[in-house]
């Protein structure tokens, strides 16, 4: 696991891509050996270069054989070097490759273990971004840091042949040349701001994406392609002037670096020339060295865009990192109970709860009793859905507790909450997966008997048996799974619930997208399940709580009351304008026992 980094600059970035070429020693030691062998026959060409000219000087004319034999030594130093570059891709891609994809898995598991908090601070798109696309920030690190390792042992062996030729004129060529990668620091910070501003770029693109996805029908009706076209035009704007920065920049430091080496060159001629010329230095010494310093141009522009390439995936490795720092979910203590039925007694002590600065719920306090069905009912807004999150641990009060038995839910085995409850959703959710597995999701070896009774239960058998391949029909949007309608949805979900047959039930408005012939189905189903649990319901339509043992009222996060439906009726004023409402409309038939 890698240490979290607050925000990465360039070391940590390198330590980054060291650490992961740690992790797989073997592949990281063969794409060093390779990179080494390739740095070296770059040494080793120049050098055999020079021997053969010094060789042509030495017998006055270029016999054959000299030439055969030059022609063979530098075809083979030459294979051989094309090879190792080969071997050192081949094991750089290998490498790079599995560094991001276990990078991705490190990233999925981290999100599946983070609170739901967190879910709420970071957008789809921005989530998409870390778990996707800023690895392949990560990759490139790991390529880099290969290409790093290449382009020193390049230069190092250059060096070597320069120095030995003649170490003053090496000293000259040499030195220079890096001088001028000098501003490429200054540029390095800006090509970093740069790429911050390209990532928020393009999480806001992704965003308007996905809101262009979700919402299409709306965007139709309300004809407002041109608003969100202006608005993704804006952004592409932004986008290009940041890629263009980076590039600009980038390019501003190569011209920088090739000037500087460019004075070095020449000046390693005019020294060098007049050495040749006063017969201190042989020609083909000086040809050597001018040889190694324009060959060393290559491996130092190299590291500079190197320097450049990690400067822009700084963000990246940002975006990864934050996933990774942040704090898990409510680790379980090692003292952590066991849960492994209902609790004879759930208790909200005195719970408040705030979703930031906004109070949801203010100090609530109630007893529930085993295999009671508490109805939850209240005005929009008014925390219902927020207190089933907090009975189910998504959140932590900010004050007060939860207790099971008396245990602080805290205290108890988080696992165990989850096994122990099952959960239909005011807004239904399915898996892109098949029907029965949806339905089996808690429990995936179960046998299709199983299956087909929750679905028969929750009033869906029939519907999935018409579908094109029955229980085998793919959910979804896209090709090969099809969609279904909301309350087929909510069927779904209900049946899934059913057949988990968990202790504990919680019901957000489970029925509300159902016909009354349907919801009378599915609430006999549901009915049959709650018998023997512990269930709490929420919904707006009070004709769904006829069951409820009690009623529990809360508004604007306060417990307006608390009691069965004839005692509230007579004497809690929220609830008798809840009701009065509802009877008045008739849109339905409130019918409370
Ligand atoms: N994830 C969230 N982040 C911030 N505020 C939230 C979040 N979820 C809900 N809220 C706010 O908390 C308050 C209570 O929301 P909650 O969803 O619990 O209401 P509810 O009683 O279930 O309403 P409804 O009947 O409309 O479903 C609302 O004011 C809402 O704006
Ligand atoms: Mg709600």
Known sequence: MR???????IWSALRLGVASMRRHPGLAALF???????????????????????RFGAAGQAGNTVLLLSAVAILGVSLAQSASVYFGEL?????????????????????????????????????????????????????????????VSRIAGLAV?????????????????????????????????????????????????????????????????????EKARKTGSELFVQVVRQARDKGLSR????????????????????????????????????????????????????????????????????????????????????????????ELNNVSFRYGDQAVLQSIRATFRRGETLGIVGPSGAGKSTLLSLLLRFYEPTEGQILLDGVDLREIRHADLMACSALVLQEPFLFRDTV?????????????????????????????????????????????????????????????????????LFLDEATSNLDSVSERKVQAAIDRLMEGRTTFVIAHRLSTLRRATRLMVLDEGRLAGLGTHEELLAGNATYQALWGTQVATRIEEPVLR
């Open 3 to 9: 240490s979290p980094t607050k925000s990465p600059g």
């Open 32 to 54: 060093l050996a390779a990179t080494i062998v390739e740095g070296a026959l770059q040494g080793l060409m120049i050098w055999a270069l020079r021997a053969i000219l010094l």
């Open 91 to 151: 094991v750089s891609i290998r490498l790079s490759s599995r560094v991001e994809i276990e990078s991705m898995w490190e990233v999925l598991g981290k999100l599946l273990t983070l609170p739901v908090r967190f879910f709420d601070r970071n957008s789809q798109a921005d989530l998409v971004m870390s778990s996707y696309y800023d690895l392949k920030g990560i990759r490139s690190v790991t390529t880099e840091i290969g290409r790093l390792v290449l382009y």
């Open 161 to 229: 042949v320069a120095w030995i030729l003649s170490p003053k004129l090496a000293l000259i060529g040499l030195v220079s040349v890096p001088l001028g990668a000098v501003p490429a620091y200054w540029f390095g910070r800006r090509i970093t701001r740069a790429a911050h501003g390209e990532r928020t770029a393009i999480t806001t693109l992704h965003d308007s994406f996905f809101q262009l996805i979700g919402g299409i029908r709306v965007i139709k009706v309300s004809s407002s392609e041109q608003r969100v076209l």
């Open 255 to 346: 011209l920088l670096l090739e000037a500087v080496s460019s004075v070095g060159l020449i000046v390693v001629i005019l020294v060098g020339g007049r050495d040749v010329a006063e017969g201190k230095l042989g020609w083909q010494s000086l040809l050597g060295i001018l040889l190694a310093v324009v060959a060393v141009y290559a491996p130092v522009v190299g590291i500079l865009q190197i320097y450049g390439n990690l400067r822009s995936v700084i963000p990246n490795l940002s975006g990864v990192e934050r996933v990774l720092s942040e704090p898990p979910a409510f680790l379980d203590q090692a003292t952590a109970r066991p849960l492994r039925e209902a609790p004879r007694t759930i």
């Open 436 to 504: 029965a597995n949806n339905i089996r999701w808690s429990r995936p070896e179960a046998p299709m008997s199983e299956v087909m009774r929750a679905a028969r239960a929750a009033d869906i058998h029939d519907e999935i048996s018409q579908m094109e391949n029955g229980y085998d029909t793919v959910l979804g949007v896209g090709r090969d799974s099809r969609s279904v309608s909301v309350g087929q949805k909510q069927r779904i979900c209900i049946a899934a619930a059913l057949f988990k047959s968990a202790p504990l």
